[in-house]
């Protein structure tokens, strides 16, 4: 069975910029997370979605946004990019509910100009 | 979620078994214990979970004491492949609410095997 893929794999935006990142869940997930990864704050949730409804949300301001698409496929959206959301993203699927293991994707690397 | 405690750093001899320690003294009876480690600049790899009992697979041996404070992952001849930070999480067995789809990462055990 194939894993979490992520797309892409790397990216380069300048300040201000908005971007999206996609998420492919393994085959039969119906639920996503998606955590930022950073040097000094090390991994922090986003958010989880389950059958299209985001169902948790960490403490990201209102710029952070995601969705979830009824293949189960997931985007998340960072618009008016600053420096400091220079990241790995990374999406997680588990089967169906959030007490199943998640299993991670390879993460997308974002760099802010 | 019950917080996690583990050594900030660890060395294991290639061949030899790498065993990372992890307290979760204030851990609930419905909290299971999770092991994930990262390999540099990638995704974090599931190792293995455990609620009460000792568990094994392929990858590693968990095992959790008594009182369920602490565990130990055990990885019993470790390569350089291993190399990686590993990570112990602890979280309730029927996540829901704020808790959906939440995993807490702490700083997790830098493991460095040598040659």
């Known amino acids: 069975k194939a894993g979490v893929t992520q797309t892409p794999r790397y990216l380069i935006k300048t300040r201000g910029q908005q971007v999206t990142l996609s998420c492919s869940p393994i085959?039969?997930?119906?639920?996503v997370s998606w955590y930022q990864q950073t040097p000094g704050q090390g991994l922090q949730f986003l958010f989880e979605?389950?059958?299209?409804?985001?169902?948790n949300k960490g403490n990201f301001p209102g710029r952070f946004s995601g969705r979830q698409f009824s293949n189960s496929r997931s985007e998340m959206n960072v618009s008016t990019l600053e420096l400091g959301d220079s990241a790995l993203y990374l999406c997680?699927?588990?089967?169906?509910?959030?007490?199943?293991?998640?299993?991670f994707g390879p993460g997308t690397r974002l760099l802010v100009l | 979620d019950a917080k996690t405690t583990q050594p900030p750093s660890m060395d294991c001899a290639e061949g030899r078994a790498a065993n990372l320690p992890c307290n979760h003294s204030?851990?609930?009876?419905?909290?299971?214990v999770y092991w994930y480690r990262q390999i540099h600049s990638q995704g974090p790899q599931y190792i293995i979970h455990?609620?009460?009992n000792n568990e094994t697979n392929e990858m590693a041996s968990l095992i959790i004491t008594e009182d369920r404070k602490s565990s130990t992952l055990i990885l019993p001849h470790a390569t350089l492949r291993d190399t990686a930070v590993y990570y112990c999480?602890?979280?309730?067995?029927?996540?829901?609410?704020?808790?959906?789809?939440?995993?807490?990462f702490g700083q997790g055990t830098i493991l460095t095997v040598h040659p």
């Open positions: 997680a699927s588990s089967a169906q509910g959030s007490w199943e293991t998640q299993y």
């Open positions: 085959s039969g997930h119906r639920s």
């Open positions: 979605y389950f059958s299209e409804t985001q169902r």
């Open positions: 204030t851990i609930s009876g419905n909290e299971y």
């Open positions: 455990g609620l009460k």
């Open positions: 999480i602890v979280r309730v067995a029927n996540a829901g609410g704020t808790s959906y789809g939440k995993l807490t």
